[in-house]
């Protein structure tokens, strides 16, 4: 594209562009074709379409070699990949390898990704927990980061707009830690999970299990089944692509729902390098892709940029965007692009047994489990550590194999599967503060396959999360222990940040264009037509698992750019 | 029992279309299927045979060796374990013989299934048994366990496997003996 005709810019020319198509790349899309903008949606990784490219989704567990198992030779060539637990036989194409594209750990960092259409929206979690002004105001009321530009209010019609589209199941509540919402009926709970749940309301006041809301279909609407999804048959097989579209992807969702209003345009394998910035307009004009096949250069040209490429990408991509006006990448006049960077805190784990409830058992699966939402320093300070952590919980009692005896006693014994003791697990999900030394920047010297350059990424946790963890193994302690568990063992796993997959940061939302990157509508600053609405743009973590929040702010930022773009003021 | 175990193993090739034919049977080579790293020939390839037969004999359905179970852990062997692990599983897996010899004077194919169960039941006592033997045993148990339990026949003929499980209770009674459930992949 070195000399672009008039007709080949017309050809590249679309109302919008956004970057990348995991969850919140999607809901750009989606709402932003939905407003009639012709949108271009550029994906590095190769094209996944809904079912079609789902290879594993129907397959008996016989029909893996390995029998689900990863095999040493790949679990050896894949040491980071081979720390995530959802890698398995039957998802491993929708994992992104080490060798194929290396980092810089300048501390350990397990940097987790998935390259295809849809991104990690096929092999998430789907944990979907609002968040309250509890969080929206940590920074500003324990004195880090910077306050958000926006509150609670600001993002609840948002939250319920993309809670009604993309299905989540849940109980209404009514805790100040954790906002309701347009829920489909929730997971039910079992006999020691209520248990649990009674024991916390006996001996706390603010202590409360519930149904952990989930981005699975409990129940289809008339909206579900527009989208073609019907209900959530309780596999729990998500990570290799649902036949039913029982849980919410950018796949089953929000990208064919964006096709059918004929404004999109989806180019898989295309390697965004750059966004490109006009001096004379003083805005940015497009972007400058890179073919993962080829490799050649091209250019695509929009009114207005959605840069959703997974936040530590995005950073990447932002930082490589220089111009003579940005020379530390675009919207970075200050210097603080990247930095800042968070993520959550997984290390305390715990796990008991429980003599008790012996007339019940489990049967059956459910897709979701239960949640104790923070309760630490939630009203006030209470501890000698800032904000806190929230809390998976699940409680199950099987039937499991009998693998005892030799000959014809263990061929009967496995034709006879024994019920088992209940099984109790719980985790934190602590929240970190974000700080200037945690940081991504580019490698000064190195590039991968495409040119661009490696990231490194500087990250670790700090005395605060220490405090935290510990505080969480202690809490749970003696939550457990009040609940008459038994055979309580508890663990710091005392894995690299990264792992959690919710890395966040380094182009953070705020009121002041000297202490943040982004404003209250997640524009830059100092490039008003370029919206950052992925995990990139996160002031603070708060304790919830985040891709609810992207998609919120992510569907808030899109109509408001649409209704900027015919005001004329991008 | 042996026209028995005949018909059974043809029913199951003819169900499963997985006419494997062994080349021990032909010649003392290697084993019958490809394995990249471990060296194992055709002998000891039979000699797994029969200790996965007699882990998990055939009765009125078919066994671990009706099912080429000791194909599938060759295979894990081959693929999920270092070379010190493999090196210990044969190792292990070659002293079977004079472990049989010392217990019950002869080598493991020469014993009767009940003196085979006994040899079996043995190698799971860590003290009186060689540490080789005892990992190729841990091994071969865990593996060909895993190997029969979600081996086609299995889940399609004793414990139906369900890609759709039945919907959640999370007050299920105790007492209750409901259909066989073989754990998802989930």
Known sequence: MANPTINGIKQHTYDAIVVGSGISGGWAAKELAEKGLKTLVLERGRDVQHQIDYPTMNKMPYEFEHRGQIPLKTKQANPILGRATAWQEDSDHFFVKDAEHPYVQKKPFDWIRGYQVGGKSLIWARQTQRWSNHDFEGPARDGFAVDWPIRYEDLAPWYSHVESFAGISGNSDGLPALPDGEFLPPNPLNAVEDHFKNVLNANYENRHLIASRFANLTKSTATQLAQGRTQCMSRRLCRRGCPFGGYFSSNSSTLPWAEKTGNLTMRPDSVVHSIIYDDKKEKATGVRVIDRETKQTTEYFASIIFVNAAAYNTNLILLNSKSDRFPQGLGNDTGLMGKFAAFHNYNAKIKASYEGMKEFATFGQRPGSTYIPRFRNLFTQETDFLRGYATGFSASRNRGPDASGEGEELKTNLANPKLRDWSISGHAMGETIPKESNSVSLDSTRTDDWGMPLLNIDIDYDENDRLMENDAIDQLSEMFTAAGFTNIRTELKGQAPGLDIHEMGGVRMGKDPKTSLLNQWNQLHSCKNVFVTDGACMTSTSTQNPSLTYMALTARAANYAVKAMRRGEV | ?186
């Not at chain 2, 026209?3 to 062994?22: D, S």
């Not at chain 2, 062997?77 to 004079?98: K, M, T």
Request: glycine share 4%; aromatic share 6%; net charge negative.
């Open chain 2, 1 to 186: 029992m042996m026209n028995r175990r005949v018909a059974i193993k043809n029913l199951v090739m003819l169900m499963t279309g997985a006419a494997i034919i062994p080349h021990h049977l032909r010649s003392n080579t290697g084993p019958s299927i490809r394995l990249s790293d471990l060296p194992i020939n055709a002998s000891q390839e039979a000699q797994l045979a029969e200790i996965v037969d007699a882990l998990i004999p055939t009765t009125d359905t078919p066994g671990a060796k009706d099912l080429n179970v000791h194909l599938f852990v060759l295979m894990m062997i081959n693929d999920c374990y270092d070379e010190a692990d493999q090196a210990v599983f044969i190792q292990g897996l070659d002293q079977v013989d004079s472990f049989a010899l010392k217990h019950s004077g002869k080598s493991f194919t020469h014993c009767d299934q009940t003196e085979r169960v006994e040899l079996l039941g043995k190698m799971k006592s860590k003290a009186t048994t060689p540490i080789e033997l005892w990992s190729f045993n841990r091994l071969m148990r865990l593996r060909t366990i895993e190997g029969y339990r979600e081996s086609e026949y299995v889940m399609t003929h004793i414990l139906p496997h369900q890609m759709i499980p039945p919907s959640y209770d999370g007050y299920y009674p105790a007492s209750n003996t409901p259909q066989p459930e073989v754990s998802t992949h989930g």
